[in-house]
């Protein structure tokens, strides 16, 4: 009896695991022919194949030479090793000033590069322990700058901000004490504070190595959450997607039949742009390719997420173009890719913690030209994840709905 109970058992269990296996080659069957059909009809399109592969190239090339940006409260750290009362009193000016935003004064010099790679501050003054000594011999002390040069333009403007708080310190010194030759000679100018600069992760300010990896940001919000709204709504338009509906398809196949071929042509896109960066600009790449593409797959989740709520809430192509430039206009400009965060004024900058494109630039940024690695990345990886899950949850829920 308990030798026929176990061979029933393991009847059931096999039938069981045929039953299970058929299920799962038959969801195979029905969503592989699906992304097939996705991909024959982009590359049906010769429009829409220009705008997957020309498009890139060709932003790529004129946005790399052409785009500069302004720059004003540079985030900044003091590196004070001296905290005597004259050091002290240039970090109250450095503090005063509106050139820049202090992020805080330290004592470690290695906390400079932990909030640089990090991306909390762009530059850094330190202040030598024999700042005031050489003050007394009246000797011209020497200030350390360090500037994170992966925005060449912050980082030329900083410097000049700097050069000129150190000449403003030395006039104030000699106000101060007129009749004191250490000070202030005749015939010549008051005390220079020489600013010896270092500059890290790109020495020669070159304004491309700033904006390329930023156009990959760019350019992969802007293609697949368009094209992900429209393809939608035009098989809306011609009657196909009713076809779809009535299939045997579940509507979750249908959703990642549909947008599959666009998450897999985002990454052809992100890697014609690696290629023009690499060949063409000679951009560094410092970083590991395997984290630039996961963090590449979160922020595909929020662009695709978008257009698939786009396309459920649009009847036309023309309205899913209108709405999806909605979304793309107030992710562009608050992403910090055309104008600094820092110049924003305070209400906006909280505004753009909203924007997954501001996270997604800062970490191809960080891997591009600082080699930045996970940990260094976290809170922007985390930000991305957590908008992706969210927006293509919310999404998933609306196309469900709007197709039943």
């Avoid at 195979?28 to 996705?38: D, G, S, T, V, Y």
């Avoid at 302004?70 to 050139?99: A, F, G, K």
């Avoid at 020489?194 to 992760?201: A, D, G, S």
Wanted: charged residues 15%; glycine residues 6%; positive net charge.
């Amino acid at each position: 009896m308990d030798e026929l109970t176990v061979v029933k058992n393991e009847g059931r269990n096999a039938r069981r695991k045929i039953v299970s296996m058929n299920r799962d080659d038959t969801r195979r069957a029905r969503l592989l022919p699906l992304i097939k059909k996705e991909f024959i009809q982009i590359f049906r399109t010769r429009p829409m194949l220009a705008f997957l592969f020309v498009m890139p190239v060709v932003q790529t090339l004129i946005m790399g030479y052409a785009v500069t940006t302004e720059v004003t409260r540079v985030p900044i750290i003091i590196c004070d090793q001296e905290d005597s009362r004259n050091s002290r009193r240039l970090v109250d000016i450095l503090h005063q000033t509106e050139y820049f935003d202090v992020f805080g004064v330290t004592h470690d010099y290695g906390q400079i590069q932990q909030t640089m790679d990090r991306g909390d501050i762009s530059s850094a003054v330190v202040i030598p322990p024999d700042f005031t000594a050489r003050l007394r011999e009246g000797k011209q002390p020497v200030l350390q700058s360090v500037m994170d040069g992966s925005n060449s333009n912050t980082a030329q403007v900083a410097i000049g901000y700097l050069q000129g708080i150190a000449v403003r310190y030395g006039e104030s010194l000699a106000a101060q004490n007129p009749n004191d030759r250490r000070y202030y000679s005749p015939g010549e100018p008051p005390i220079r504070i020489i600013n010896k600069t270092r500059v890290w992760y790109n020495p020669n300010f070159e304004n491309t190595f700033f904006m390329v990896p930023g156009i990959i940001g760019l350019i992969l919000a802007f293609s697949t959450l368009i094209l992900t709204a429209v393809s939608i709504v035009r098989e809306r338009e011609v009657g196909t997607l009713e076809q779809l509906i009535v299939s045997p398809l579940k509507s979750w196949q249908i959703m990642v039949g549909k947008i599959t071929p666009f998450a897999l042509l985002g990454f052809v896109e992100i890697s014609i742009v690696m290629v023009a960066g690499k060949f063409y600009f000679a951009i560094p790449m410092r970083g590991s390719f395997l984290l630039l593409f996961f963090v590449s797959f979160l922020m595909l989740l929020t662009t695709l997420g978008l257009g698939l709520f786009v396309s459920s809430i649009t009847k036309t192509q023309q309205q899913s173009m209108f709405v999806a430039w909605f979304f793309l206009i107030f992710i562009i400009l608050m992403s910090g890719f055309f104008f600094p965060v820092e110049n924003m004024p305070l209400w906006l900058q909280r505004l753009t913690l909203l924007d997954p494109l501001r996270y997604y630039i800062a970490c191809l940024r960080g891997i591009f030209l600082k080699g930045a690695g996970f940990t260094a990345l976290l809170p922007q990886i985390l930000a991305l994840a957590g908008y992706g899950v969210l927006i293509i949850g919310f999404a998933s829920l609306r196309f469900r709905k709007h197709m039943g």
